[in-house]
T-cell receptor, first 114, second 112 residues
Framework: GENVEQHPSTLSVQEGDSAVIKCTYS??????FPWYKQELGKRPQLIID?????GEKKDQRIAVTLNKTAKHFSLHITETQPEDSAVYFC?????????????FGPGTRLSVLP | GAGVSQSPSNKVTEKGKDVELRCDPI?????LYWYRQSLGQGLEFLIY????????KSGLPSDRFSAERTGGSVSTLTIQRTQQEDSAVYLC??????????FGPGTRLTVL
């Protein structure tokens, strides 16, 4: 089955700086990579995702890059704001393969300091 | 449209009692997942349903945990003879075709 590692486990940045979170996966068949943001006491919410047929995707201040050869993908947040403070989870899956191949990373706690 | 809903939002129970947690997925979503999240921790996979069947029960922590789904819609997670270590937030998610998961607000279970 799939195994997903995520680094760092905690990350503190100054407001306005960039933040980068990296994930690696083990199953070369994985082709779908979502990122979820979970604010304190709230449900995880999808913020961006990428499929294996592209190498990068951007949505305003958030971008995700994928390196299929190295089996890693990264979340980039630019011009960080205090409201970006949350726990971020990556995941890897084989699209349409519902169960054991949808695996979450352990999470990164991001703190944006004013 | 309506998102994933869960009930109750909070449940306090005494050790040894049984509890039932309910999940209403987004209409039309064939896949449904249950996760457990302890305070400050990640998402622990419990079980998933494809339609009404549960091909992967590997994450259920013990035989005190069971789940069912009826009509390809509502799911219930039952914990029998609850223990203090069962205290956590139980999250449900649904997915239209096994990739993007949409989470419910969770049920916070406290076992005294």
């Amino acid at each position: 089955g799939e195994n997903v590692e995520q680094h760092p486990s905690t990350l503190s940045v100054q407001e306005g700086d960039s933040a980068v979170i990296k994930c690696t996966y083990s199953d070369s068949a994985s082709n779908y990579f979502p990122w979820y943001k979970q604010e304190l006491g709230k449900r995880p919410q999808l913020i961006i995702d990428i499929r294996s047929n592209v190498g990068e995707k951007k949505d305003q201040r958030i971008a995700v890059t994928l390196n299929k050869t190295a089996k890693h993908f990264s979340l980039h947040i630019t011009e960080t704001q205090p409201e970006d403070s949350a726990v971020y989870f990556c995941a890897a899956s084989v699209s349409g393969d519902y169960g054991q191949n949808f695996v979450f990373g352990p999470g990164t706690r991001l703190s944006v300091l004013p | 449209g309506a998102g994933v809903s869960q009930s109750p939002s909070n449940k306090v129970t005494e050790k040894g009692k049984d509890v039932e947690l309910r999940c209403d997925p987004i209409s039309g979503h064939t896949a449904l997942y249950w996760y457990r999240q302890s305070l400050g921790q990640g998402l622990e996979f419990l079980i998933y349903f494809q339609g009404n069947s549960a091909p992967d029960k590997s994450g259920l922590p013990s035989d005190r945990f069971s789940a069912e789904r009826t009509g390809g819609s509502v799911s219930t997670l039952t914990i029998q003879r609850t223990q203090q270590e069962d205290s956590a937030v139980y999250l449900c998610a649904s997915s239209p075709w096994g990739d993007t998961q949409y989470f419910g607000p969770g049920t916070r279970l406290t076992v005294l």
